[in-house]
């Protein structure tokens, strides 16, 4: 049992590198997910709480549930399989690989040699994407855009991406470099889009109205590549 447990924790720490990049787009989201589940202690909840970069958010919130133990780490796994994370997160399709080679507690399932199930349920939002005429929108072209766009960036994030203020408030404070804060704005316009956060949808926001970027700043967003 105890190879097992430890099996787990070694494998959430091989991917942190992984969801941390991915679930810093909305660091309080996953929070709140994972306090509801109780995969943190009152004090931990607390102290994840108190981190105002997202970045460091998500990863006092990993190392807090994997030295909590393994049973935390399974619940963790568990959560990012949810309907609720993967919607969110798109990118995090790859966890369900990760939970169908990691052994479940007390189950009799573990080997679970159905490999074709997975890849089948990967395929899926990349049909939906498709439907839309481009991909979603990588983190490369986000930052791109965001060296881009300067002192208006409040007013394209609430009339063209329709962003609350209060939500760019906050990332005002958790955010101390123009860059930065530009990048986290365009994040959670993504991960609020989900699906439709496309390269095509992003520049037909950015094109309109007074809010407009110069064409040779977000027409990289139309290649096809």
Known sequence: MSKEEAAEIQLLRSQKAKL????SGDADFVLQHADSRCLLSPHGYQQVKACRVPSEKVTELLDHIIQRG??????LLRLLKEHAL?????LLSFTKDLHANMPSEGQTETPRKRKSLPETEETAPSKQISRNGSDLVTEKQLMTVART???SWREIGRLA????S???EQIEEDHSLHVERVFAMLRHWRTCQREKAT???????????DWALPPENIDFLLKTD
């Not at 941390?20 to 679930?23: A, E, F, G, M, T």
């Open 86 to 90: 993967q919607e969110t997160f798109p």
């Open 161 to 164: 991406l329709d962003i609350s």
């Open 166 to 168: 209060v939500k760019l």
């Open 199 to 209: 390269a095509d949808h992003l520049h037909s926001l950015l094109s309109q109205e």
């Open 70 to 75: 393994p049973e935390a780490v399974q619940g």
């Open 20 to 23: 941390i990049d991915i679930l």
């Open 149 to 151: 766009i300067g002192k």
